[in-house]
């Protein structure tokens, strides 16, 4: 019998992915804010309590900077007291809860990335605060536990399914709409294949207990990256030069750079890209670009 796997923010994108991919490995049930309100932590706490499950991935989130920053109380409720509250639940079940973190705790470091699971999280944002916060409560309060922090995702839309958007679709809305875009020099950070994440999802519940980088290697600026999509989608070099521009004074007063070691979850054998290079041919190939 498969497990029976709750599954919250069920019709983004990397949920549905997930769900799309490993419906052999899983029973999946599915929520989504109309099902629950994320704003009443404590009714979230007895919505799941009242359910049977054997894992519970909880991916929804108010993900949007703009939001958290402008709404930090309630958005704490959301990101924050809601997850720990489901945490709670799966606690008091003995079941395993796996959580969607993200890059953006580390986005207050003034030195040089990749960082590792060990490094101190060092945010400048709510969003990245709120993050940490669930993920310190986690690692101190349950035995049964994986972390997933995610770099930025990209992929390119299926049927009913639509990825926010990524450096590929950024780049292409460029050169497809025929826009000079800026895109940040002064930036380094990982850029996933969101496909990598549904096809080794199964194993990623199966890790021992803690946190992984789930994230491709990168040592490529955000405006080197939509370089390289350009020529992966096989524009030409003067149409290239044309619309996708260096923006030099962005983040011109501090470098940013908060990509994510992956060593950890490479030796636990989940499988990544090496470069950014790698997972934009492998997207290419999956859609018929190459």
Known sequence: MKPHMIITGARGYLASLIQLYNKDNFDFTGFERHDVDYSKPQEVGRFFDALDFDLFFHTAANAQTAACENDPEGTHL?????AIEIAKVCRKKGKRFVFISTEQVFNGKAVPGPFDEATAADSVTNYGRQKAEVDSWIRENLDDYIIIRLSWQFGMPLPHINPSPGIVLNALAALRSQTPTKFTVNERRCMTYAQHLADNFKRITELPTG???IASSNDKSTYECARIVARALGYPDAQIEKFILPDNERYSDRFRD???????????GIELGSSFEDDVERCARDFGWA
């Open 78 to 82: 959301v990101n924050c007291d809601s």
């Open 211 to 213: 946190e992984y980088h």
């Open 258 to 268: 908060y990509r994510l070691d992956n060593a950890k979850a490479l030796g636990a």
